[in-house]
Structure formats: structure tokens, C-alpha cells
T-cell receptor, first 109, second 113 residues
Framework: TQLLEQSPQFLSIQEGENLTVYCNSS?????LQWYRQEPGEGPVLLVT?????EVKKLKRLTFQFGDARKDSSLHITAAQPGDTGLYLC?????????FGAGTRLTVKP | GAGVSQSPSNKVTEKGKDVELRCDPI?????LYWYRQRLGQGLEFLIY????????KSGLPSDRFSAERTGESVSTLTIQRTQQEDSAVYLC???????????FGPGTRLTVL
């Protein structure tokens, strides 16, 4: 079983729609990172959240770290085709980091 | 550039042959990770180096897989007696310390015929 469970695995939406993807675990993390991977490239860091309940915004992307630091969500407002990619969460604990399996998002024009 | 580099970018090999994949991390990064990514899938953790030692080899799928790191720099991932199910993109990442942002290389696409 994965340390971090991401849902949904796949998501296909129309341009302009809103969406939320989730990253859940039974473990407590000291911090959690979100990455995006575009086809043919390696993942790139979007944001790091550290404090329980923390909310960070990057333009149309809103990231939230759960109060207990076991889960996180990523909300995208008015999705655009350029948001298409694999969204990965990574939890840090005990000086180590592990990735979830990712949510593959497709935004259709 | 000063990013993570991997070589070769593509490797086609015949079933049963050995392959060696190379990763050059960002200078000064002490942590180095290897991942496998099958087509359309997420990242599968293989092994993690802290300096030259590998505190976590739990992700290596079989004894055909091995990795080493020398001089707290270059790492090589070796797959012996390759099988068709080994076909995937192998990604390397490095970070300043284990908890920090991981910087990924472009990957090596391995195809086993």
C-alpha cells in the first residue's frame, strides 16, 4: 500500500471548470510538497506546506495542509489546458520523502 | 546547465542484457533518489542515497537491480538480465538534504525488446 493515497487517479474536465485533488495518509508529516509533471519532463515543485491548517495560493491554485498534517488538497479554479499534467504529493517525515502515485489531470479546451 | 543530468536519454536493449544508467546530481546535493515511472503511471521509489550510503533500498524490485554512488556525486543504476517489464522511464532526483525540494533529471527511457 502507498504511504500517500492520491485521489482521483484520473480526472478529465473542460476548460473553465474547478477541481480538487486529494492526498491522504495515516501518517503525520513534518511537511508536504506538491509537484507537477508535464509529459516528457521530470516533476517540478509547486509548493511546500509546513504548518497544520496552512493554506497557500499560487494564482489559480490553492493548497491546503490538514490540521493534523496527515492530508492535503489542491484546488484549481477555472482550469486551463496548460494545467494538464500529473500532480504528485510528497510527504516528508523522519528525514525522508515519499511520493504518492499522482493524479493525472487533463483539461480539454 | 547546473541541473540534474541523466544519461543516456534513451536506451533500447535486448532481453537478458545488462544496462547501466547514470545520474549526475546538482553539485553539493547530499540526497539522491532513483524512481521508476511506467507509461501513464506515477513514481515508483527505487532507492535513496544520503551521501554515498543507501539507508533505504526497499524499493528495488529484485536482486537484478543495484545502485551505487561515489564521491557523493555520480550515481549509477544497474539492471542485470533485463526483462520486458523493466521498460520504463528511470528518473533521478537530488536535493540539498533529504527533506528539501527534489530536483529531477529528464530521465532515461529504457525499452527492453
Amino acid at each position: 500500500t502507498q504511504l500517500l493515497e492520491q485521489s482521483p487517479q484520473f480526472l478529465s474536465i473542460q476548460e473553465g471548470e474547478n477541481l480538487t485533488v486529494y492526498c491522504n495518509s495515516s501518517s503525520v508529516f513534518s511537511s508536504l510538497q506538491w509537484y507537477r509533471q508535464e509529459p516528457g519532463e521530470g516533476p517540478v515543485l509547486l509548493v511546500t506546506v509546513v504548518t497544520g491548517g496552512e493554506v497557500k495560493k499560487l494564482k489559480r491554485l490553492t493548497f491546503q495542509f490538514g490540521d493534523a498534517r496527515k492530508d492535503s488538497s489542491l484546488h484549481i479554479t477555472a482550469a486551463q489546458p496548460g494545467d494538464t499534467g500529473l500532480y504528485l504529493c510528497a510527504g516528508v517525515r523522519n528525514n525522508d520523502m515519499r511520493f504518492g502515485a499522482g493524479t493525472r489531470l487533463t483539461v480539454k479546451p | 546547465g547546473a541541473g540534474v543530468s541523466q544519461s543516456p536519454s534513451n536506451k533500447v536493449t535486448e532481453k537478458g542484457k545488462d544496462v547501466e544508467l547514470r545520474c549526475d546530481p546538482i553539485s553539493g546535493h547530499t540526497a539522491l533518489y532513483w524512481y521508476r515511472q511506467r507509461l501513464g503511471q506515477g513514481l515508483e521509489f527505487l532507492i535513496y542515497f544520503q551521501g554515498n550510503s543507501a539507508p533505504d533500498k526497499s524499493g528495488l524490485p529484485s536482486d537484478r537491480f543495484s545502485a551505487e554512488r561515489t564521491g557523493e556525486s555520480v550515481s549509477t543504476l544497474t539492471i542485470q538480465r533485463t526483462q520486458q517489464e523493466d521498460s520504463a522511464v528511470y528518473l533521478c532526483a537530488s536535493s540539498l538534504i533529504a527533506e528539501n525540494e527534489q530536483f529531477f533529471g529528464p530521465g532515461t527511457r529504457l525499452t527492453v525488446l
